[in-house]
């Protein structure tokens, strides 16, 4: 299985770059011949996400590094509803404001980690 993890750092700079473009309405709309991707009103939806998908075991692998701790692991059958795959389409954000997610699984792991041991005072070495 597979997921699109992304760093709240990087979830907070695309933000940054949408918060001072409103969207405006698209005054070519037609209500007759409607684009499911546009609207007379004015709202604008993007994904904000890394655009690649990782293993999970790879992000268990890579918790794993960053606690110095091997994870229990209790593999079970795919759960009603679950897909093997999801990631964020963000090529609408990537041509309208050029954001690009920075932050590294594994970079990002590390940060929260050290934050959290520093936050809480807790948790293995």
């Known amino acids: 299985m597979s997921r699109d993890f992304t760093y709240i750092d990087d979830v907070v700079e695309a933000i940054l770059r949408l918060i001072d473009h409103p969207?405006?309405?698209?005054?070519?709309?037609d209500g007759l011949k409607?684009?499911?991707g546009a609207s007379f009103a004015p709202y604008r939806i993007y994904n904000i996400?890394?655009?690649e998908p990782v293993q999970l075991l790879d992000f268990i692998s890579a918790i794993e590094d960053c606690l110095q701790v091997k994870a229990v692991?209790?593999?079970?059958?795919m759960q009603p509803?679950?897909?093997?795959?999801?990631?964020a389409d963000i090529g609408d954000i990537v041509r309208d404001f050029g954001?690009?997610?920075a932050t590294?699984?594994?970079?990002?792991?590390?940060?929260f980690v050290a934050w959290y041991r520093q936050?809480?005072?807790?948790g293995p070495p």
């Open 23 to 29: 969207p405006a309405p698209d005054p070519q709309w």
């Open 34 to 36: 409607p684009d499911p």
């Open 49 to 51: 996400g890394n655009h």
């Open 73 to 77: 692991k209790e593999f079970l059958p």
């Open 81 to 87: 509803g679950d897909v093997p795959m999801t990631y």
């Open 99 to 101: 954001f690009r997610p």
């Open 104 to 111: 590294s699984l594994r970079q990002g792991l590390s940060s």
């Open 119 to 122: 936050y809480y005072g807790s």
